[in-house]
Each structure stands twice: as C-alpha cells, then as structure tokens.
C-alpha cells in the first residue's frame, strides 16, 4: 500500500512540476526500498542502462548537424564519467538491416588528458538508423575494466518524421 501511495505521489508531483522540469519516477529496487530513475540525460537526451544502472550512456542526435553524440554518465545520470577510450561502438538494427557505427571520443570540459565523457559521430547514415522507426541497437563500451552493452531503442525527439 505503501508503494502505491508513493508511485501516486510521485505521479501528482510529476504533474504539478514546472514545464521542462526533468521528473523521475519511483520505483521499488530489488531490496524493497523506492528510488529515483531519471527520464532523461543532463543533455536532454535518451538514456541507456549500463550494467545495472551501474553507469548510463546518453544519446543526443542533433539533426540540424547530422551529428550523434553519446555521454558516458554516472549511475544517477548526473556526471560525467570520462574513460580512457578513443572510440566507442553503437550497433543498430533499422529496417531489417544491421548497421555498426565508431562514435570517436571528443573531449569535454574537465575531462582528464587521454580520457574523454563524450563520443560523435556524423553523417546522414547514423542519423537514419537512430532516426528509423522501430529502430534497436546496442551500445558497446568498457568503464573501468569492464565491458558493458546497453540497449538503444525507442529513441524519441520533437520533430516530424
């Protein structure tokens, strides 16, 4: 009963909130306690599990630029978490046909010499196959020593298809 309270709760704030206001939502973890699961990236992006939510990957597509960047993200979703990788390997499925692109490592502020918290990659063939309808995939990349795949799919944006 407890749970279902918090979840309407939450519901109600979720609602009330300001527009542009990232809401979270609360769900039960796995020792019975509520936490908050963010909707989105600090760039305002789609999230993608890493482990379990151990870290997370955003995906931002600019479509003006033709542009697709991925930030590596803390298990809140909050910082940055820059690694030591040149590259980091999205695979999709649009259409019917599998499709791998190398997202190159791009600096950010902050982010130690030889590590970098953001990948890009360009071109219309990227775009289109995040952009594809029913579009999937998974992201490929190692924090830590340890090799992680999330789930890309689902992607959403404010523009016309």
Known sequence: MRLVKLFFVTAAICAMSAIGAACV???PAANGHAHAHPTEGPHHGSLIELGKEDYHAELVHDDKADTVTIYILDGA??????IP???VTLNMRAAGKPQQFT????????????????FAAMGKP??????AH??????N???GGKMYVGKVGGHSHGHQH
């Open 25 to 27: 939502s609360a769900a």
């Open 77 to 82: 979703a909050a910082k940055a978490v820059p």
């Open 85 to 87: 990788a040149k590259q």
């Open 103 to 118: 997202l190159t490592a791009v600096r950010q502020e902050g982010d130690p010499e030889g590590s970098a918290s953001a």
């Open 126 to 131: 990227v775009c289109q196959a995040i952009d």
């Open 134 to 139: 029913g579009a999937t995939g998974r992201l």
């Open 141 to 143: 990349v190692e924090i």
